[in-house]
């Protein structure tokens, strides 16, 4: 299965919203409703940060949403603060019953 | 808390094998699926295999697929992960992760810190 696209890098200023994207194809994302989001700082396991497409964890800013359109799904994050600048990975169920991510983004927050 | 511990790591030739452990604790291991995912050194996650909370069902990458065998004893709260016909490109930080819920495998809600395997003539 080929890894879902993310864009490599994305920045904002402090207080901005962002968006991030990950496209898949009617195989993993727009086949099923079953894509998280991971957030994982520098030398720090991944933290789960959206499942469901749109659910939040229980202690996750509700600065975090997520959504989906087809064969794409979005993260974004509002009212960006510094403590968000870290790498995002995409996860989607697949057909094959199996599990893809993304292949990261890298958030700059200015 | 939770807590992931993995083990079995080292540098390894190429065509080896390894085991790698995951020691699970603080949580009723034998009620959630488990997962393996991999990072290679400045790269992004990539996931590698699941299991079911009783081991009935697993499922592989294509990438480590019929190379790699994913297993647990409840027993022992402990994840395994045989890995025989080692590759230059399975080098990686390799993971265990706890599946969210049972209706919910494919989220992974903990993460171990990983253990570095290394293939390498």
């Known amino acids: 299965q080929s890894a879902l696209t993310q864009p490599a890098s994305v920045s904002g200023s402090p207080g901005q919203s962002i968006t991030i994207s990950c496209t898949g194809t009617?195989?993993?994302?727009?086949?099923?409703?079953?894509v998280s989001w991971y957030q994982q700082h520098p030398g720090k396991a991944p933290k789960l940060m959206i499942y469901d497409v749109s659910n939040r964890p229980s202690g996750v800013s509700d600065r975090f949403s997520g959504s989906k359109s087809g064969n794409t799904a979005s993260l974004t994050i509002s009212g960006l603060q510094a403590e968000d600048e870290s790498d995002y990975y995409c996860n989607s169920y697949t057909y094959s019953g199996t599990l893809v991510f993304g292949g990261g983004t890298k958030l700059t927050v200015l | 808390q939770v807590q992931l511990v993995e083990s079995g790591g080292g540098v390894v030739q190429p065509g080896r094998s390894l085991r790698l452990s995951c020691a699970a604790s603080e949580f009723m291991f034998s009620s959630y699926a488990m997962h393996w995912v991999r990072q290679a050194p400045g790269r992004g996650l990539e996931w590698v295999a699941v299991i079911s909370y009783d081991g009935s069902y697993e499922n592989y990458a294509d990438s480590v697929k019929g190379r790699f065998t994913i297993s647990r004893d409840n027993s022992k709260s402990t994840l395994y992960l045989q890995m025989n016909g080692l590759r230059a490109d399975d080098t990686a930080v390799y993971c265990c992760?706890?599946?969210?819920?049972?209706?919910?495998?494919?989220?992974?809600?903990?993460w171990g810190r990983g253990t570095l395997v290394t293939v390498s003539s």
């Open positions: 992760a706890k599946g969210l819920g049972t209706g919910s495998w494919y989220y992974l809600d903990y």
């Open positions: 009617s195989s993993d994302i727009g086949g099923y409703n079953y």
